[in-house]
């Protein structure tokens, strides 16, 4: 079979037009590269891909006029017959009380052909929240400074930081992705290139709130702490070695003296997470002993085996086991008290949380998902205006070849483990369930290729985890967005996601408030983006060209943007320009959600993350420039109250 027929069976497009309006056409080589990485996807006969049911219509399913009548139908989930049924005509009508669920479907024509196919019967629509309008308080949770901390941001300081946010009337506090990264590269720190989504970032754990530690088990510690939380940045390497250190010592002494309370609260983590959070531990513990990417391990270990983990637990190694899974039970707990801290104060979204776009191929869900996950591509984009040269983001993504086969259970694992504590999560790059740009690795980014992703059955999957952990799920929707992409997204509830600073026409004038749609997240900025401080200062542009990148604009392109900025405001009746004029524009708008940063609230000239630096910046490194106990005394509180009024928690003016 030659290379364009592979590719049209694996959904893969070969040539496209860029952003720039040039016809890409993938290099050969390239192609077969990403052919060969991906797997082998089911070509169906009797239907047109992976079947979707969604409760509350009636769902019928059109039939590919191949076979011979009639066809016989069976669904199975959990091993178990759920439905089964014959049909005579070129459709299926199916049954209204369909369980909720990832199924089988198997289906057999009178000549004895049978094929399998994936099923979702997902409800209507995704959790779409219980409130007309709110707003939340963004954070990057590692840069939060208090005179408790080890130097970064933690659980505790969260808990503050939702006593912040209802005190400023809002209903949340959003955050940059938890996910785990790699412990023994603790400056690798950006939260966007995670080991695994499964699980949760250790570092952020307060190990002073551990029942079982004490200060005599690390007697150094509040000296080293309080040395830690000096200066601008976090020192994640001198951070993490105490951190680990005072985590083990927990341990032991867990171990040694918990109650059976706590035995017994372990042990239900423990079975409730299984049988992921005990390949997890043993994916960490393998990881230590052979200090290699996972495809380079001896043969018995480079696929995940439950049984092979059993004799790893049962082994010299068990403790360190126990350790890996301690350690995440302490963090999912203190995540856990914080969100039903932001319950009992009636907040009524809590937590959001982002979710990255992919993962590490050398870490634990590229390990243990190798058909759904392609180690050997890269997601990223084509070249554009910004990145004429593409982008390559070093992350591999799912493929729709190994979710099928596995009814997309690998997907539904990552959206349940985001949500679990969350009242909303964000998509990032929620494009790519549709179709992702994947790069394979060795070659350019502008030597890539967008593959097709199942895109009902994804957006099926998140309609069916959102309303199983009520949660509102955003999509971000920026860039170039397919047509019909975000009505279908919205068919689905899944909200967009709108940044003030991107919703501008042609001539660039920004749009007003009855442009933005009802069901999304508006906000002014996004970490990757200047603050408003830095951008009304022109302090982006200098920092860019200091780093020798493009900013995108030139000086008279941003005094011409102020004041398209000072036009839209006049027309909605604001005269100022100052942040709280413009949280009030967006205030207005219908969306039902508004993101505020608390960089901006404090003036923060610098962003969190300049796209396209790893050391030239201190991405993810920055520290807010004031402690959180002083916060609330610099926010303007009676002029966010005002701005945010129609959407605040608190009211009055």
């Excluded at 014959?86 to 209204?96: D, F, G, K, L, S």
């Excluded at 001198?238 to 010592?249: F, H, N, P, T, V």
């Excluded at 190694?317 to 008290?337: G, H, I, N, P, Y």
Aim: net charge negative.
């Amino acid at each position: 079979m030659d290379l364009l027929a592979q590719a049209q069976i694996k959904g893969v497009q070969s040539e496209f037009v860029d952003a720039l309006g040039k016809l890409r056409v993938t290099d050969p080589v390239a192609l077969k590269s990403i052919l060969d990485a991906l797997p082998e996807k089911r070509v169906y006969h009797f239907v047109q891909g992976p079947v979707v049911v969604r409760a509350l219509r009636h769902a019928r399913t059109e039939l590919a006029a191949t076979g011979a009548p009639p066809l016989k139908w069976t669904i199975t989930g959990d091993t178990k017959v759920i439905a089964q049924g014959e049909a005579r005509e070129p459709v299926i009508a199916w049954p209204a009380d369909l369980p909720l669920g990832y199924h089988r479907l198997t289906l057999t024509d009178a000549e004895g052909v049978t094929e399998e196919v994936p099923m979702i019967v997902a409800p209507e629509r995704a959790f779409g929240g219980d409130f007309d309008r709110g707003w939340l308080l963004a954070v990057q949770l590692y840069s939060i400074r208090s005179d408790r901390n080890w130097g970064i941001g933690d659980f505790t300081d969260l808990a503050g930081l939702v006593r912040l946010a209802k005190q400023l009337g809002a209903d949340g506090v959003g955050l940059n992705p938890l996910h785990v990264l790699f412990d023994n590269h603790p400056a690798d720190c950006s939260p966007y290139s995670p080991n695994s989504r499964l699980f949760l970032n250790p570092l952020y754990i307060d190990v002073e709130a551990i029942p079982e530690f004490s200060a005599d088990l690390v007697p150094d510690a509040a000296a080293t702490a309080a040395r830690l939380r000096q200066g601008d940045r976090v020192p994640y390497a001198d951070m993490a070695a105490l951190k680990w250190r005072a985590l083990r010592a927990a341990f032991d002494a867990f171990v040694t003296k918990a109650s059976g309370i706590r035995r017994n609260q372990f042990d239900a983590f423990r079975a409730d997470r299984a049988p992921l959070l005990s390949r997890f531990a043993c994916f960490e513990v393998l990881r230590h002993r052979f200090v290699a990417p996972w495809w380079e391990w001896p043969v018995e270990w480079q696929q995940p085996d439950d049984g092979k983990c059993a004799e790893l637990r049962g082994g010299p190694d068990k403790r360190e086991v126990e350790f890996v899974e301690f350690v995440q039970w302490t963090a999912d707990s203190q995540l856990q008290a914080a969100r039903e801290l932001a319950s009992q104060l009636g907040m009524r979204v809590g937590l959001y949380l982002d979710v990255a776009v992919g993962v590490q191929s050398n870490g634990f869900d590229a390990w243990n998902e190798q058909i759904a996950i392609s180690r050997h591509l890269a997601v990223g984009a084509p070249p554009d205006v910004l990145n004429t040269a593409g982008q390559d983001w070093g992350l591999a993504g799912f493929n729709a070849g190994g979710l099928e086969a596995q009814s997309f259970v690998p997907f539904a694992d990552m959206l349940a483990a985001s949500m679990r504590h969350a009242g909303a999560i964000r998509i990032d790059h929620v494009l790519g369930l549709k179709r992702l740009y994947l790069v394979p690795r060795g070659f350019k980014p502008d030597n890539g290729a967008y593959v097709q992703m199942p895109f009902e059955a994804l957006l099926a999957a998140i309609a069916r985890e959102s309303v199983a952990h009520k949660c509102i799920v955003i999509g971000e929707d920026l860039g170039t967005v397919p047509e019909g992409f975000r009505e279908t997204m919205q068919d689905f509830g899944i909200w967009s996601y709108l940044v003030m600073m991107f919703e501008r026409d042609e001539a660039g004038h920004f749009r007003n408030s009855d442009f933005y749609r009802p069901n999304a997240l508006v906000t002014l900025n996004t970490h990757d983006l200047c603050t408003y401080a830095g951008w009304r200062s022109f302090s982006d542009l200098k920092v860019k060209l200091s780093l020798g990148l493009d900013p995108g604009e030139n000086e008279q392109a941003r005094w011409d943007a102020l004041g398209m900025l000072d036009e839209i405001l006049r027309q909605n009746g604001i005269t100022a320009n100052d942040l709280y004029s413009v949280l009030a524009f967006l205030s207005r708008t219908p969306s039902r959600l508004l993101a505020v940063s608390l960089e901006d609230l404090l003036g923060v000239l610098d962003q969190p993350n300049i796209p396209g630096t790893i050391d030239e910046h201190p991405n993810w490194r920055q520290r807010l420039p004031i402690a959180l106990d002083k916060i609330a005394a610099k926010v303007d509180l009676a002029a966010l109250k005002a701005a945010t009024r129609e959407r605040s928690l608190i009211g009055g003016s």
